[in-house]
């Protein structure tokens, strides 16, 4: 399984955190009811974990990552919530530990864009999908992503990040893909859709350039980008500064389209 590109920095963590079953999942919650089983895949710290245990009630929901660090956080969200019905497991979502017809929904989101194979991941969901289940999926497009102002050091956040992620084997146009690669994975009812954040407020520029300005400096994709000759500390620096004028505009404006998909076994 590729290494995840963001790490679990601080600053990677406090843009999972922010993330909720309401601004995250806005496609499969129409979906959602009572005594359903659900399968949350690379669940991160859990807040939309949490948010599906609640809407499914008496059913249950079975959340796993890769990273046992990052469950061992959506262990503690979902008990300060007092939520019962979870269960938490390590696993690579290329090769799910779980039977065939195992769960009503499956959901994924931010994954498939930084794995080695989307495809062969959304057939395991597919296989663990009990027939006339859901697996709903949620990616970001980095190339539709807009943003204003543009000031020195904004404009080569972007380039450097492609060529990490690309470089570590992931898809940031993941968005745009995922019908493509759900037919690929043998789906045949799908229906797409988009939605968008978007962060202008004062508190959310401010929150949103420490997230993506800070781990241009101290995450995973710092380290990568110097290592591998993308960027030197000087010009992440810069970015970093660029991130941060742009916060500080009162006009400041960003939003980042999401490509979402529900599909039928």
């Not at 090769?95 to 395991?124: C, G, M, N, T």
Request: negative net charge; aromatic residues 8%; hydrophobic residues 40%.
């Amino acid at each position: 399984m590729t290494a995840y590109t963001h790490g679990h920095h601080a600053t990677v963590l406090s843009s999972h955190q922010w993330r909720t079953a309401a601004n995250s999942a806005p496609h499969l919650l129409p979906h959602l009811r009572d005594g359903l089983s659900l399968l949350d895949v690379g669940c991160g710290p859990g807040t939309i974990t949490a948010d599906f245990a609640e809407r499914v009630g008496t059913g249950r929901v079975t959340a796993v990552d890769a990273a046992p660090g990052v469950l061992a956080e959506a262990e503690k969200t979902v008990a300060a919530r007092g939520l019962g019905n979870v269960t938490f497991a390590v696993a690579d979502v290329h090769k799910l530990d779980f039977p065939d017809d195992s769960f009503d929904v499956v959901h994924v989101h931010q994954v498939l864009q930084h794995i080695a194979d989307p495809v062969q991941a959304l057939r395991e969901m597919r296989r663990v999908c009990r027939p006339g289940g859901i697996v709903a999926a949620r990616e970001a497009d980095f190339g539709s992503m807009v943003w204003y102002p543009d000031p020195p050091g904004m404009d080569s956040w972007m380039p450097i990040y492609m060529k990490v992620a690309r470089g570590n084997g992931g898809e940031p146009h993941a968005g745009r893909l995922l019908a493509s690669w759900a037919r690929r994975a043998g789906f045949t009812d799908v229906t797409a859709s988009a939605s968008a954040w978007c962060y202008s407020t004062p508190e959310e520029r401010e929150w949103w350039s420490e997230s993506w300005g800070g781990r241009m400096l101290h995450s995973s994709v710092a380290e990568t980008a110097v290592a591998a000759g993308h960027a030197t500390r000087e010009e992440l620096q810069r970015v970093y500064d660029g991130w941060k004028a742009w916060a500080a505009s009162e006009d400041g404006f960003y939003s980042v389209l999401n490509g979402e998909i529900i599909c039928r076994p």
